[in-house]
Each structure stands twice: as structure tokens, then as C-alpha cells.
């Protein structure tokens, strides 16, 4: 069974400083990844995906994320945060291959940007 | 391009009565999917329609159900609700329902069950 884990359920960081969102996966085979975030009140906005390439992933917003295939991991970054980044960030992962498989997505991570 | 809609957006019930939301997918897009948002259990996958087919369902009773019409519009029924049916229920909704494509998430419609 496919699962994600998202390690950390705060991240508080200064406004201005680098931000990481950690994300760990388990799928059988090769996966589709996501990250979405969620403001308050709000459904989720889609923030960027690694289908295959370049292992890094550029998003919106300033957001980026690394691929890591050994280490099965997909972590958020961002060089610079800004206050307005602070909200419920998800990590997903549909299995490639497979076209019945539906999203799975890790329990979330809260992102506190201090000013 | 007008996102996702879910309509009602708040609802109140009582145990044991039924409810059902709507949900209208962005323009174009064919394949609706529903989720199950609470703080304990956070994100679950309800099911999946494309083309009025259910094509993938979550780990739910069967007082959950779903269907979608012609025009890609869903709608989700809950029957004999409990309390632990609270929840934020999201719908998201893509072209196809192909791996490699996102979901865009409607803002979800907030159910209380008194």
C-alpha cells in the first residue's frame, strides 16, 4: 500500500530565511508527486509536481521541491519566506502505472512564518 | 475560467437524517474526486468519477455515495449520518483522471452533524 509521511507537523522559520517542508513516500513502482497547499477556509491549491526529468521542480509562488529517488523523498523548499507562505502545506503521491490508483496525501505539515 | 464550486458551503444536520453536496468542476474537465478532510484522519479519498463512472472509491461505508451526471457535475450523498461524519468534505476535479495530472480542489463544504 501506498503512503506518505510528512515528518514534521510545524515548521516555524523567520520571514526572509529558507524554508523546508519535509515529505518521505512509499509506492510500489514509480510516483507521481504533489504538493498542494491550504489556506485557511480554503480548498487546496496546487503548488507543483515531478512527473520524470529534472529533479528539481520549480511552482508557484517561489516554491520549489527535490526529487529524491534513493532517499524516496520530496521536500518543499523555498529560498526566501514571506509571511503570507504560512499555512496547512500536503505532500501526494499517485502510482504510475497503475489507472485506477486515486491521490494519497501525507497528514500535513502547518508552516508558521514569523515576522 | 471559473474554479471549482461546491454548493452548499455550510450545513448543519442532525444524526441520523441525510445530506448531499454538489459539485461543479471546472470547465472542461471530466473527472471528479471526492475527499474526507478532518483533523484526526486529515485528507481521505472518498471516490472518483469520470464520464459518469465511478472509477475508484476510498475506504468509506456505504452510506457514502456519489454519482456524476452528463455535464461532469457530482453530487455526494451521506445516509443515517453520525456524528464522526463532521467533516470538511473537498471536491477536485482534473481533465482526465490520468497519474500524471493535478487536481484543483474546490473551497469544500463545512458539514456539522449535531
Known amino acids: 500500500a501506498q503512503s506518505v509521511a510528512q515528518p514534521e507537523d510545524q515548521v516555524n522559520v523567520a520571514e526572509g530565511n529558507p524554508l523546508t517542508v519535509k515529505c518521505t513516500y512509499s509506492v510500489s513502482g514509480n510516483p507521481y508527486l504533489f504538493w498542494y497547499v491550504q489556506y485557511p477556509n480554503r480548498g487546496l491549491q496546487f503548488l507543483l509536481k515531478y512527473i520524470t526529468g529534472d529533479n528539481l521542480v520549480k511552482g508557484s509562488y517561489g516554491f520549489e521541491a527535490e526529487f529524491n529517488k534513493s532517499q524516496t523523498s520530496f521536500h518543499l523548499k523555498k529560498p526566501s519566506a514571506l509571511v503570507s507562505d504560512s499555512a496547512l502545506y500536503f505532500c501526494?503521491?499517485?502510482?504510475?502505472?497503475?489507472?485506477?490508483?486515486?491521490?494519497?496525501f501525507g497528514p500535513g505539515t502547518r508552516l508558521s512564518v514569523l515576522p | 475560467k471559473a474554479g471549482v464550486t461546491q454548493t452548499p458551503r455550510y450545513l448543519i444536520k442532525t444524526r441520523g437524517q441525510q445530506v448531499t453536496l454538489s459539485c461543479s468542476p471546472i470547465?472542461?474537465?471530466?473527472?471528479v474526486s471526492w475527499y474526507q478532510q478532518t483533523p484526526g484522519q486529515g485528507l481521505q479519498f472518498l471516490f472518483e468519477?469520470?464520464?459518469?463512472?465511478?472509477?475508484n472509491k476510498g475506504n468509506f461505508p456505504g452510506r457514502f455515495s456519489g454519482r456524476q451526471f452528463s455535464n461532469s457535475r457530482s453530487e455526494m450523498n451521506v445516509s443515517t449520518l453520525e456524528l464522526g461524519d463532521s467533516a470538511l468534505y473537498l471536491c477536485?476535479?482534473?481533465?482526465?483522471?490520468?497519474?500524471?495530472?493535478?487536481?484543483?480542489f474546490g473551497p469544500g463544504t463545512r458539514l456539522t452533524v449535531t
Open positions: 501526494a503521491v499517485r502510482p504510475l502505472g497503475n489507472y485506477g490508483q486515486n491521490f494519497v
Open positions: 470547465s472542461g474537465h471530466r473527472s
Open positions: 477536485a476535479s482534473s481533465l482526465e483522471p490520468r497519474e500524471g495530472l493535478e487536481q484543483y
Open positions: 468519477y469520470f464520464s459518469e463512472t465511478q472509477r
